[in-house]
């Protein structure tokens, strides 16, 4: 993953060792217990075949590369010094953040010098992401900016232009050009990407290129060359395919013999993703819900919270299920103090250990301060959910105050939540979630705000609406549109959108088709429709007939009314791509 450029790496490194310390309770009980949030970091291992020495300078959410390789069987060391990686049996290199940020840092420490000649000397060497970025000449993000120089050539943003969103969000196909090794498992089958820049095949570097992927250009996907491998996608966010990428590099001489590729995978799929409303009950546990146009009590005499299961259960049902991410929506009642909501952190922690798609979770993401006065930044609270297992953060209510403020003032301070995070981590790590209520005009001279011809007509014979936006769970609406928020949004640094409707919330009876074309005609960013789906039907109506790349749904799948493998098979049946 890529981002602008942080303030200096030691701003990033100071947010790494912060530590805070306070109460919280298990997902599945009521007992408290401390913890102290950012100290995250595996404890070294002794020596030995069962170790792999893993490079994390500070950024993101390393912790599912970790899950991933304990998951399998392995220990991890952290490299602390440049002799760390001169003595590694085999190091991996899960590259997050800015490419001129992670060189700085890799300059700063020595690690630039020893990852070369670790290199050089055809150790087993694995890169991630910006992992096999920064193994080229130079980087035109935020640049021209110095890389390690080992693959000739220069990485470059993908051009929007042609209709193409960036950034490049989802599960894609491979175009594998040589025997690689770790390939071997892959066949017809996609693999999790999510980034704004990319390496392209040239003579120069052919020797190096294992596969390739389209996405408006055909860039490169992996490299191989001896013992070193890099990839673009990200395998511990990529299922069973990326556990077996990772297997055959950490256990090269295993013997696993190459399994038929089953897939039939040829570009990028749609989504389908799962979402969970995770809250606490009146008994102070963690459940997952469901509202009916946000209202997420029984109709009975008690109002209880209407409970459909554990989150952490749930999430491991879904990814086994096929689900292509998970997103959490925290809508407990932590607003005065976020991170004190640990068990959300908690569920991520547990969640990810055993879940290798992509997690996404929202709520209660803003600066705030405790009632002991101490202020706490929303890039504080961000990073503590990526470093307990968030890939993106979603923020509502706190964007639709940032653009109102851009759209009034037309500058961009850099100082709101959906700036510092996008800055800190890039845009591909934040999803800004729009909560749009309709509201019908006769004549669209009577707003400001941009309206659409509906294709039904509102109660009184309307023929058009417009999208007023809400915070505050649908409580409060605000003066502006969801039109308006999603190109502002866009501005300030979001990468992606998630677009919901309270119209349509737990009705069952489809996407607000009108709503989600007007989005995602509107932006070049990915655009995901939730609220309403019902049926398969309901899937593949607004893939065919909207921008949207990706899907959203909970009561159906909560409820077991709809599979989603059941999903799935439809849209190939109707000729959509998606991940099997």
């Given at each position: 993953m890529e981002a602008p450029p942080f303030a200096s790496s030691s701003s990033l490194l100071s947010l790494r060792n912060k530590s805070l310390s306070f109460t919280t309770f298990s997902h599945s009980s009521n007992v408290k217990y401390s913890s102290n949030l950012f100290t995250v970091r595996a404890s070294s291992s002794s020596s030995g075949d069962s170790v792999v020495t893993l490079l994390d300078y500070g950024a993101g959410?390393?912790?599912?590369?970790?899950?991933?390789?304990?998951?399998?069987?392995?220990?991890?060391?952290?490299?602390?010094?440049?002799?760390?990686?001169?003595?590694?049996?085999?190091?991996?290199?899960?590259?997050?953040?800015?490419?001129?940020a992670a060189m700085e840092v890799l300059t700063k420490t020595g690690m630039d010098e020893a990852l070369c000649s670790y290199i050089e000397k055809d150790r087993p060497f694995l890169g991630i992401c910006l992992g096999l970025q920064l193994l080229f000449e130079s980087s035109e993000e935020n640049g021209p900016v110095k890389g390690l120089g080992l693959i000739p050539g220069s990485v470059g943003r993908f051009d929007s232009s042609n209709d193409f969103r960036v950034p490049h969000i989802g599960w894609n196909a491979l175009q594998i050009t040589t025997d690689s090794g770790i390939l071997d498992d892959v066949g017809n089958r996609?693999?999790?990407?999510?980034?704004?820049?990319?390496?392209?095949?040239?003579?120069?570097?052919?020797?190096?290129?294992?596969s390739t992927c389209d996405y408006g250009d055909k860039f490169i996907a992996s490299i191989k060359r001896g013992n070193v491998h890099a990839v673009q996608f990200h395998p511990e966010k990529s299922g069973d395919v990326g556990l077996s990428i990772l297997r055959r590099f950490l256990n090269p001489n295993s013997n696993m013999e190459k399994k038929p590729g089953q897939g039939k995978a040829s570009k990028l799929a749609k989504r389908v993703i799962a979402c969970l409303d995770v809250r606490a009950n009146d008994k102070g546990d963690l459940v997952v819900t469901?509202?009916?146009?946000?209202?997420?009590?029984?109709?009975?005499?008690?109002?209880?919270?209407?409970?459909?299961?554990?989150?952490?259960?749930?999430?491991?049902?879904?990814?086994?299920?096929?689900?292509?991410?998970?997103?959490?929506?925290?809508?407990?009642?932590?607003?005065?103090?976020?991170?004190?909501?640990?068990?959300?952190?908690?569920?991520?922690?547990?969640?990810?250990?055993?879940v290798f798609v992509p997690l996404t979770v929202g709520g209660g993401i803003r600066d705030f301060t405790d009632s002991n006065g101490r202020h706490y930044s929303s890039l504080e609270v961000a990073s503590e959910y990526f470093r307990s297992g968030a890939d993106k953060i979603s923020i509502g209510s706190d964007a639709v105050y940032a653009a109102e403020e851009y759209l009034r003032t037309g500058v961009k301070t850099g100082k709101t939540s959906l700036e510092q995070i996008s800055r800190v981590y890039g845009n591909q790590a934040v999803v800004v979630s729009i909560d749009p209520r309709r509201v019908y005009v006769k004549n669209p001279q009577d707003v400001q705000f941009k309206t659409i011809r509906v294709s039904s007509?509102?109660?009184?014979?309307e023929e058009y609406a417009w999208y007023q936006c809400t915070v505050n769970g649908g409580r409060e609406g605000r003066p502006i549109g969801a039109y308006e928020l999603a190109r502002a949004v866009e501005v300030l640094g979001a990468g992606e959108?998630?677009?919901?409707?309270?119209?349509?919330?737990?009705?069952?009876?489809?996407?607000?088709?009108d709503l989600v074309k007007l989005i995602s005609d509107a932006v070049s960013i990915p655009v995901i429709a939730s609220s309403g789906a019902g049926a398969p039907?309901?899937?593949?109506?607004?893939?065919?007939?909207?921008?949207?790349?990706?899907?959203?749904?909970?009561?159906?799948?909560?409820?077991?009314?709809?599979?989603?493998?059941?999903?799935?098979?439809?849209?190939?049946?109707?000729?959509?791509?998606?991940?099997?």
């Open positions: 959410n390393v912790r599912s590369v970790r899950n991933a390789i304990r998951f399998l069987g392995f220990d991890i060391k952290d490299v602390q010094t440049p002799e760390d990686i001169l003595n590694a049996r085999r190091l991996v290199f899960p590259g997050v953040g800015a490419f001129a996609h693999v999790y990407f999510v980034h704004s820049y990319r390496a392209m095949p040239s003579d120069e570097n052919k020797e190096w290129v294992s469901k509202g009916d146009q946000y209202d997420v009590r029984e109709h009975t005499e008690e109002k209880e919270v209407r409970n459909l299961g554990k989150p952490v259960d749930l999430a491991r049902q879904y990814y086994k299920d096929g689900a292509d991410e998970v997103s959490f929506l925290n809508i407990t009642g932590f607003r005065d103090f976020p991170l004190g909501d640990l068990p959300m952190l908690q569920v991520l922690r547990y969640t990810s250990e055993n007509l509102g109660p009184n014979g959108i998630l677009l919901n409707c309270i119209d349509c919330d737990g009705q069952g009876k489809g996407f607000d088709m039907t309901h899937f593949s109506e607004v893939f065919a007939k909207t921008n949207a790349s990706a899907a959203l749904a909970a009561g159906i799948f909560h409820r077991k009314e709809v599979p989603i493998q059941s999903v799935k098979e439809h849209l190939l049946k109707e000729g959509i791509e998606v991940r099997i």
